[in-house]
């Protein structure tokens, strides 16, 4: 089995680069794309694809050219859009959907890009009983090209998206990308700040606490698929 973990930037990836020795097989643009060297659980690779849904959707098409992958686990960091999810808590998403799309004068729904899904719906998880000292949650992520820390933004988002639990910037793209070559998706998020409050400063704070522990429920994951 054939599995990625994908996520924007390098500091998304500490955790697994510390933890697996790897190979480079392909550096185009912001697109890092690394093979596990010696894992015995499966056929593991690591993609680096950049910030934002361009930067996304290049890697996820140059990933699928280059590999027949099984499934993509995109993860890293987002913001919370829920008061009920805190910083440093771990989102899994349920589905995935574009919060910046608006095509509705022509019968579209909210965030659905014209002639595509409306939402990407993901596979559920709830039998992984993740040991750790943070909560993790089952739910809508969306994405934009914003980094949210406007607040009449924030509370647009919030008003089409009411489930919303976080926001990230590039996961409804790879799975727009992984849709066409037919490869399931599954999104894993650690939170690093709440969507609107002191953003870029908690953002800063907290990111490698979010990298840390949405890599653990990704290398539970991986553990319970070999």
Known sequence: MKV?????????LVPFRNK?????I????????????????????LLETGIGKVNAAFSATLLHQQLAVDLVINTGSAGSLSEKVKVGDVVLSTSLTYSDVDA????????????MPSCYEMKRFEEL??????AYHYGLIVTADSFMDDQVRVNQVKKN??????????STAIAQVSTFY????LNIRGISDIAGKKTVATF???????AKNSSQVVLHLIESLG
Do not use: C, W
Request: glycine letters at 8%; aromatic letters at 8%; zero cysteines.
């Open 4 to 12: 990625v973990v994908s996520a924007a930037m390098k500091e998304e």
């Open 20 to 24: 697996f020795a790897t190979e480079e």
């Open 26 to 45: 392909l550096s185009i643009g912001k697109t890092r794309l690394e093979k596990v060297i010696r894992n015995d659980v499966l056929d593991l690779y």
């Open 104 to 115: 509705t004068g022509f019968g579209y729904e909210i965030g659905q890009v014209p002639q």
């Open 129 to 134: 009983h993740i040991k750790g000292d943070f």
């Open 161 to 170: 998206f009411p489930l919303g639990l976080a926001s990230d910037m590039e």
């Open 182 to 185: 037919e490869v399931p998706i």
């Open 204 to 210: 800063n704070e907290n990111l490698d606490v979010a």
